[in-house]
């Protein structure tokens, strides 16, 4: 075709597609590859390409020459043959370098030469090799940024050590920016600082929030407070001298120098918003690496926000905001007044996160912000007896008259030495603490007062409002205050859904750490600790999740099924039959039939006894392994012998339960394997079983995990089936589907649960219309000969 004729870099590919293997692209059709060709990046990398592949044309490869030998000499001991255009030198060994001539006559000239010898080491001189030039897309993320630790990681790194205490503390060796990190933000620092002062003359930049609070994590925002109060002055200054002489341009231009980056606008008298369009500009055009410059001027604190290209950090400027370097200076004082300070913050602010309380949102959002929680937790270490951390007042008490610090009329006082406190008398652990933590705060009125830091204490809610700050204050289903704005709840967007779920998961964490589980390492090599504590959903073993399933599905009529409404035995045999089919046949989890139920046996699912029960029950019915007639029998939910009349009409509270054991993640990635399965060549008249096509795709899926079963399951769950009345209504009775996970593996199973809750009903609908076992007929049905035979 004319498109591949053009270059030598499109494969065609099936189905009329095309791969440009230059720039990695593939294209539907011929158009969009014509488009792709016409296009900038394709321009610009054959460009690339044919300046690189010149460069090699004229370089030459040279070696032997003695180490420390600069470029400068080489390029001036081969510029006797012609001009040199660059020399790269090796920087790991510096024992061969790249010498670039002007033109490949100048090459030839060298070449010719038998010998070269430069400082009485001869020279070995050669062709530059010939590569293929190969197109390296640019990293999103920099090698300074370290890779975002997973929960699997976390739970991994943290259950090898001995304690609670210590997994806190490696919690924030794990968390914590490394040095890579932390000195690539102190050098975006200084390059923000050398470009703005040469803008804004004796400005400053000044980092706040985690980078410097203590409270770090690998890749969070940088957040930079531009100070202009010197620059304000600076220009107020230079309108006020005096003009120079007439004549005098040398002194003219001088002073228009110095003033001509502020000449278009006045500092004291521009609103915000000017002034970050004057700052976005600098940044924008100004500052190396840095792009996606955007405006927020809506947001509380106006900001820029910016990125910084190489490394993929993110960041914000605010003017106006000199309030939060008081609170970084603050948080940053009491992780060095005490040791348990800082792990404790870690460890409340990811369990938050894991449980979905807690996120800085752009734009807001209904979640707690980190310096919301870290807030609390600093209260709640006020308020132990004796206190680990002293109150605000207690601190404005301590600072000397030189510490007296008021910004925007709030008084911001407190000493700045943390080695002028006396050490802390309370003698808790990290452990019990953070235990100490969900109990206060299971049953906390959030919204019946006001959290005050700067005395210690929940303020009246009523007393409160009547005070100057409290009548600017946002009164919330949880009102913390700041310490030092006292008008501003920090907390405010927290809606009273979120502040409902803080409380029932902090009864949830307060449960969990009253048990073994949290205080003692397993022997087992189960998770504990921290492990389950930061486990999605709760701590604890989620609630019985439910699914409704009709017993008449939407393809058949009621009658079809069953001719009373008293009588909702047989279909409901047939949904269990449903149910045991698709868990075990489509989603190829092992299944067996539990006679007892759940909880009769005194134990929960997660017990030893269990355990010992589920894993026999497992080995006989793996997948792929052969059952015997009486197991495939109770697998259906079929009665293992034929009972008398009296004995089918079973009470309302009949009941089946399974125990389950999943192996792979079958729900996740259906929609493309099964799209590798519906081939479009397929014949259109010969129709595909759904619960067969589903099922194949559960075996796809779990033979990309793994060839062979892995050793230890993914979770347990027990599945309780039973008939839910429609009471008075002229609704058909339906089958309640109640599940009981595994407590360890709550986290997974939910994932697994919101994919049931779509997917499972529809697969019994399915087995309920295609497939009809005659051993589930009752017994009159089965002992009446056919219409045919009488």
């Given at each position: 075709m004319e498109a591949e004729g053009t270059t030598d870099d499109v494969d065609s590919l099936p189905r009329g597609a095309f791969r440009c293997r230059l720039c990695h692209v593939t294209v539907a059709n011929?158009?969009?590859?014509?488009a792709h060709l016409q296009g900038k990046k394709h321009q610009r990398l054959e460009n690339l390409r044919s300046v690189r592949q010149s460069q090699e044309q004229r370089s030459i490869f040279v070696s032997g020459f003695q180490k420390g030998t600069t470029a400068l000499e080489l390029s001036d001991y081969f510029k006797t043959y012609g001009n040199v255009i660059n020399v790269v030198m090796d920087k790991d060994k510096g024992v061969y370098a790249i010498v670039e001539l002007q033109d490949e006559d100048i090459l030839q000239k060298v070449l010719a030469e038998p010998q070269h010898s430069l400082g009485g080491q001869k020279l070995r001189v050669k062709p530059r090799e010939k590569k293929d030039f190969r197109y390296t897309p640019p990293k999103k993320q920099g090698s300074a940024r370290r890779e975002q630790l997973s929960p699997e990681k976390l739970a991994q790194n943290i259950c090898q050590v001995d304690d609670v205490d210590a997994q806190m503390s490696l919690m924030v060796q794990l968390f914590e920016f490394s040095e890579s990190e932390q000195r690539l933000r102190d050098l975006l620092v200084k390059l923000f600082q050398e470009v703005f002062s040469e803008f804004f003359p004796e400005s400053v930049i000044l980092p706040f929030g985690s980078s410097v609070n203590g409270f770090s994590v690998s890749g969070c925002d940088l957040d930079l407070f531009l100070d202009l109060e010197k620059t304000k002055n600076f220009q107020a200054s230079a309108k006020t001298t005096d003009k120079p002489p007439a004549g005098d341009e040398s002194t003219e231009m001088e002073s228009c120098s110095e003033d001509s980056i502020l000449s278009d606008i006045d500092l004291v008298t521009a609103t915000v918003p000017e002034i970050l369009d004057l700052v976005a500009t600098v940044l924008q055009k100004c500052v190396p690496g840095v792009h996606h410059v955007q405006v927020v001027s809506t947001a509380r604190r106006p900001v820029v926000k910016f990125c910084h290209k190489e490394?993929?950090?993110?960041?914000?400027?605010?003017?106006?905001?000199?309030?939060?370097?008081?609170?970084?200076?603050?948080?940053?004082?009491?992780?060095?007044?005490?040791?348990?300070v800082r792990p404790l913050v870690y460890a409340v602010r990811y369990w938050a996160k894991q449980q979905g309380l807690a996120g800085n949102l752009f734009?807001?959002?209904?979640?707690l912000n980190n310096y919301a929680l870290t807030l609390l937790v600093f209260f709640f270490l006020q308020t132990r007896s004796?206190?680990?951390?002293?109150?605000?007042a207690r601190l404005k008490d301590l600072s000397d008259d030189g510490e007296l610090t008021v910004v925007d009329g709030w008084d911001c006082s407190f000493p700045t030495d943390p080695a002028s406190l006396q050490p802390s008398g309370n003698p808790e652990s990290c452990c019990s603490l953070l235990a100490e933590f969900f109990r206060v705060f299971e049953s906390y009125n959030f919204a019946g007062g006001v959290i005050s830091l700067r005395e210690g204490r929940s303020l009246p809610l009523s007393d409160f409002l009547l005070s100057d700050a409290g009548q600017k204050f946002k009164v919330g289903p949880i009102n913390l205050q700041d310490p030092f704005e006292l008008s501003h709840n920090v907390a405010a967007n927290v809606n009273e859904k979120t502040a409902l779920r803080l409380q029932r998961s902090c009864q949830d964490a307060a449960k969990y750490c009253r048990s073994l589980q949290y205080q003692r390492k397993s022997s087992k090599g189960k998770s504990w600790g921290l492990v389950r504590l930061f486990q999605p959903g709760s701590s604890q073993a989620p609630e019985h999740l439910v699914i409704l399933l009709p017993l008449t599905p939407a393809t058949q009529s009621r009658s079809e099924?069953?001719?009373?409404?008293?009588?909702?035995?047989?279909?409901f045999r047939r949904v269990c039959a449903g149910i045991s089919y698709v868990l075990q046949h489509v989603l190829k989890c092992s299944c067996s039939e539990n006679p007892q139920g759940p909880g009769d046996d005194g134990e929960s699912l997660g017990s030893d006894p269990e355990e010992d029960h589920l894993k026999t029950k497992t080995e006989q019915l793996s997948v792929g392994s052969k059952r015997s007639l009486d197991l495939e029998d109770a697998a259906l939910g079929a009665p293992p012998a034929k009972k008398s009349r009296?004995?089918?009409?079973?009470?309302?509270?009949?009941?089946?339960?399974?125990?389950?054991?999943?192996?792979?993640?079958?729900?996740?990635?259906r929609r493309r394997v099964r799209r590798q399965f519906s081939s479009p060549?397929?014949?259109?008249?010969?129709?595909?079983d759904p619960l067969e096509l589903e099922g194949k795709v559960s075996e796809a899926i779990s033979q990309q995990e793994g060839q062979t079963r892995p050793v230890e399951p993914l979770f347990g769950f027990s599945v309780c089936a039973t008939i839910k009345d429609a009471g008075s209504g002229e609704q058909d009775p339906q089958v309640n589907l109640n599940f009981t996970?595994?407590?360890e593996q709550g986290g997974v199973f939910q994932d697994f649960f919101h994919f049931l809750q779509g997917f499972l009903p529809r697969m019994v609908e399915q087995y309920l219309a295609t497939k009809r076992p005659p051993d589930l007929r009752l017994p009159e049905e089965k002992s009446s000969p056919p219409v045919g035979d009488i």
């Open positions: 011929k158009p969009s590859l014509e490394s993929g950090l993110r960041g914000d400027i605010s003017i106006n905001n000199k309030l939060a370097l008081c609170n970084t200076r603050f948080l940053q004082f009491c992780t060095e007044a005490d040791e348990r734009g807001g959002g209904p979640l004796p206190p680990v951390l002293p109150t605000v099924l069953h001719p009373s409404k008293d009588s909702p035995q047989l279909p009296m004995e089918v009409s079973l009470p309302d509270t009949e009941s089946v339960t399974w125990d389950c054991t999943a192996w792979h993640r079958v729900w996740l990635g060549q397929a014949d259109p008249k010969t129709s595909t996970p595994d407590p």
